[in-house]
Structures are given as C-alpha cells and as structure tokens.
C-alpha cells in the first residue's frame, strides 16, 4: 500500500525523538529534507491544481464529437463510464486524464527521492522500522514507475490526478507537521490536519491507486507482469481499510478520545 498520513508507528519521515533527541546535524538535516519535501510536493498540487482549474467550457453541446477519450488508451468500460457524464464534468475529466503529461515525470522523481527515507529508518533518524519504510515507500515507486510509466492506460486515466492529488496535499501537511515538530511543537491547525485530512484523502487515494492498477489488467494472456498486478490490487483496498482504521485510533489518541482528554491536555510520548 503506497505511503499516506500515518502516525510515527509506520511514517517514514517521523522524528526520532524531539529536536533536542538527536545530534543537532541530524536534526537540522530532518528539518531540511521534511521542509525541502513539503516545497516539492506543494509545487506539484500547485500545477496540478492550476491544470484542473483552467479547464475549458464547452461551447456547445456537440463536443462529443471531438473529445479526446474516444482517441486515448483507455478501456472500453472506463471509457463508456467517463462519456457518460454530464457535460459540465466533461472537460475536467479530460483534464484528469491529461495530468500525467503535466506533472508526471515531477511526481516520479520527487516520490523517488523518499528512498532516502528508508536510509532514516535504518539509521534510526525516524522511529520507524525499516522494513515498514520500505514497503510504504516502494508502493508507490512500484505504482510510478512499474505502472504508470509502462502502461499508456494508467498514464491516461483521470484517476492519476486524483491519486496525485491526495498524495500531495497529504505530503504537504505531513512533512510541514515534522518540520514544525522538530523545530518546536505544531500549531494545533496543522495538528488538527494532520489527523483529520486522512478522512478524505486515504479513500481517494487509495481507491485511485487500486483502479490505476485494475485498468491495466487484460480480460486474457496474463503473464508473470499481470499476476503481480493483481495481486496489488487485491491487497491495495484491504491495505486501505487496515490503515484507514489505524489512523482512526491515532485521531482519537491525538485529538481525543471522546472523555476530553487531548494532546493539549496530557502530555503524551
């Protein structure tokens, strides 16, 4: 399952310790690379962001005739699904479907720089096992590079926006808590994003990701490359569920746990 907004129990990028835990070196290389990684990744929802946003409005209602689903790569289901929707929708899927060209290659190289993430892990800069760092980490590499970049139809589908985008508004928030963590504590609006945007974005990431995957998979001739692509999407959505309802007892750890009792009233580890 690629990585999302976990906790400090499986989040690559969590300090260690507080600032004042490790040698300073390593704290400042911490708050570099989170800081350097929150920019990236806000450049990124930034593009995206505009290339969804400027989509164009029909002027009529023959542009069916001309729309550029009948010419992609996409299967016939998805395509049937994705002309079947109301034409104020039309031009923002086409736009979907045209994100990887635009922020593509950016998201492939940002996400792979994470690898150093897994070296934090080994070094124990972060609390996380490595192990667990690694298959985060490479879920989403595996997703990039063994997917994305090979198969026209994942490159094509409206949904890599959409996983895109989760990705890094996550990313964003994630990275900028560490930063703020480690430099002295976080504003409780960051605080409250941190625990709280995973409502939203684990869904819609994580059901993109695993139908970026389906669509890539022939309905016959499956070789040793279709049946590992299976097999992700098979354990991609119940990966989601058993993050999504980790992340839910880390809320309620963080936040509260319905009896009043928050961060900002007991000191926690």
């Known amino acids: 399952m690629a990585r999302r907004n976990e906790t400090t129990a499986g989040d690559p990028s969590a300090p260690a310790k507080k600032a004042s835990g490790n040698h300073p070196v390593v704290t400042v290389y911490l708050i570099v690379y989170n800081l350097l990684s929150s920019i990236a990744w806000g450049h990124i929802l930034f593009r995206l962001s505009v290339h969804m946003l400027t989509a164009p409005v029909p002027s009529s209602t023959s542009y069916f005739a001309s729309i550029k689903f ?15 929707l109301a034409p104020s929708l039309v031009p923002y899927a086409e736009r979907a ?3 990887f060209a635009v922020i593509g290659a950016e998201t492939k190289w940002v996400q792979s720089v994470a690898v150093l993430e897994i ?11 490595t192990g667990m760092t690694a298959a985060q980490v490479s879920g989403r590499l595996v997703l990039l590079w063994g997917v994305a970049d090979r198969f026209a139809t994942a490159r094509a589908n409206p949904l890599y926006a959409s ?15 560490y930063v703020s963590s480690l430099a002295a504590s976080p504003p409780y609006a960051l605080l409250w994003a941190r625990y709280t945007t995973f409502y939203a974005l684990y869904p819609i990431g994580g059901v993109s990701e695993a139908l970026i995957v389906f669509f890539t998979l022939p309905w016959k001739n499956w070789g040793l490359s279709e049946w590992v692509r299976g097999a992700l999407f098979l354990v991609w959505l119940p990966g989601l569920y058993v993050l999504y309802t980790h992340m839910l007892g880390q809320r309620r750890r963080v936040l509260g746990d319905g009896k009043g009792k928050t961060l900002g009233s007991k000191k926690t580890r």
């Open 70 to 84: 009948y010419k992609s790569p996409l299967p016939s289901v998805l395509l049937a699904v994705l002309n079947s």
């Open 97 to 99: 479907s045209g994100a």
């Open 119 to 129: 070296v934090h892990a080994a070094l124990g800069f972060v609390r996380s096992p």
């Open 163 to 177: 996983m895109v985008f989760a990705w890094s508004l996550t990313e964003v928030i994630r990275y900028l808590f």
